[in-house]
């Protein structure tokens, strides 16, 4: 079906294009709706329908094909780690954020401890390789800029179609960069859930992105095909000119080329580049954290065994040294009989130490060395050796991150400590004095501060 003088994708055009029904007798040989198109057809949003004013030479589908070509390699990474990383965050415990979210679970299965550092490169991918990717996203969309933002939205029903994948597309993609921009700076400004936002934006994207595959990429193949990849890069800007007009992308009237193709696709992996020597420090860590510049958290963490980034202070955590003082206890709850600990005793106890990461969901994490009672010991003495699973419950009133549910093999592991230790000193009150859980490859949330009780199930 293809809409009656839809044929129009210049201002001028339009004009030309509608005036003989502006004029005349209302065209009642069409429909309702060809009316309603009609008059979204003439009020044009501004910078809609200018394709004039698109006109680099360099626009075409080579160089679109060729962010594409990126895009696709570079995106499936950061989507299946986005996935695992909520598939960690334990849905089948109900910790997982958003709680509910219908037939859009993932299939449940237990995230291994093994290797410890799975979750550190899960998120570090996830963030790392999300933040070197938005230069690209945002050349690509500049390289389709007149197809998107062209006027009337559509010529006939399969292009509507297209269009509204394509706005799924556009707003999914860039609603999960600036939500997950901003959760990793300190400041989140919605008044909405970040991981309910971010999970369920993740899906529109997921399918408009695949839509989007299956449309273009013969496209792509055959673009990238068709063309010398050598000679495109090595012409110079003199020597620049727009490719064969085949679509919407390639400018009609173009002008003189400021930058070679090579030129354009330098800029925006330089832009890469930058972005990612600027994140990377958080993850990798070391002498390299202080360059992390796009992500303040932790790169001024004081000296010592302690200065290391911290996720909540304990001043925003409400944790007071009173109360963390020598009334403090732990409670062992599960077993037959209710167990108290004080800070003695669990001192008293047999101490292990293992060097594991503290690895955020906002993609920074750091490695340290951690001592103090193994949660499996924990387990033993409160009457329930072998835990299905256990609580974990802060001392701190409120907050979403207050209390956890670790898995077996959580509880069980040789390294899943309720540390007392980091680095040879006590544990500041910022870090979780008196006793945090420390587990391999858990996800930084669940490494729970200031605990005061533990409650292992037997079912
Ligand atoms: N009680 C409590 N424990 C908590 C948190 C919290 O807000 N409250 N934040 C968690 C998060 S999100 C992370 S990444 C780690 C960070 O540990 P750190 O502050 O010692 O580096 O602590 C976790 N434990
Ligand atoms: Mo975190």
Redesign the pocket.
């Known amino acids: 079906m293809t809409f009656p003088g839809g044929a129009v994708s210049d201002e001028s055009d339009a004009s030309r294009g509608w005036s003989r029904d502006d004029q005349g007798t209302p065209p009642d040989e069409f429909g309702f709706p060809v009316r309603v198109w009609r008059m979204v057809a003439r009020h044009r949003p501004p910078g809609f329908g200018r394709s004039r004013l698109w006109r680099s030479p360099l626009r075409g589908p080579w160089l679109t094909s060729v962010l594409g070509a990126v895009l696709l390699l570079g995106l499936p990474p950061v989507i299946i780690t986005g996935l695992l990383s909520y598939a960690a965050y334990g849905p089948q415990f109900g910790q997982a954020m958003p709680p509910e979210v219908g037939w859009l679970r993932l299939p449940p299965f237990d995230w291994p401890v093994r290797p410890a550092w799975l979750y550190r490169l899960n998120q570090g991918v996830h963030v790392g390789l999300g933040l070197v990717l938005i230069p690209v996203v945002l050349a690509k969309l500049w390289s389709v800029a007149p197809k998107l933002l062209s006027w009337p939205p559509s010529r006939s029903a399969a292009q509507l179609l297209e269009r509204l994948t394509l706005l799924l597309l556009v707003g999914g993609v860039l609603f999960e960069i600036v939500t997950g921009v901003l959760n990793i700076q300190y400041d989140y400004v919605f008044g909405f859930s970040f991981y309910t936002a971010h999970y369920f934006g993740a899906w529109v994207f997921i399918g408009a992105f695949v839509v989007h595959l299956v449309v273009k990429v013969p496209k792509m193949i055959r673009v990238l095909r068709s063309r010398s990849l050598r000679q495109m890069l090595g012409t110079s800007r003199a020597e620049t000119r727009p490719e064969p007009v085949d679509d919407d992308l390639v400018a009609r009237e173009p002008s003189e080329p400021t930058l070679s193709r090579r030129g354009a696709l330098t800029l925006v992996g330089g832009g890469s580049l930058l972005l990612g020597a600027l994140t990377l420090g958080q993850s990798v860590g070391g002498f390299t954290r202080p360059s992390a510049l796009l992500l303040p958290r932790?790169r001024d963490s004081g000296e010592g065994p302690n200065g290391?980034?911290?996720?909540?202070t304990s001043e925003?955590?409400g944790i007071t040294a009173e109360s963390t003082g020598p009334t403090w206890r732990l409670v062992l709850l599960g077993g037959p009989q209710v167990i108290e600990l004080d800070l003695a005793g669990l001192r008293g106890m047999a101490q292990h130490s293992a060097k594991l990461p503290?690895?955020?969901?906002?993609g920074?994490s750091?490695t340290q060395v951690w001592s103090g009672v193994r949660l499996r010991d924990l387990a033993i003495l409160a009457g329930v050796p072998m835990p299905k699973s256990a609580q974990v419950k802060?001392?701190?009133g409120s907050?979403?991150?207050?209390q956890a549910t670790l898995q077996a093999n959580q509880v069980s592991d040789p390294d899943s400590l309720l540390a007392l230790r980091v680095n040879g000193a006590e544990l500041s009150l910022?870090?979780?004095y008196p006793a945090?859980?420390i587990v391999p490859a858990l996800?930084?949330?669940?490494?729970?501060?200031?605990v005061e009780m533990i409650e292992f199930r037997s079912r």
């Open positions: 932790g290391f980034p911290i996720n909540r925003a955590a503290i690895a955020c969901v906002e920074w750091t802060s001392m701190e907050g979403a991150f207050n910022d870090h979780g945090r859980v996800p930084g949330v669940h490494n729970t501060k200031w």
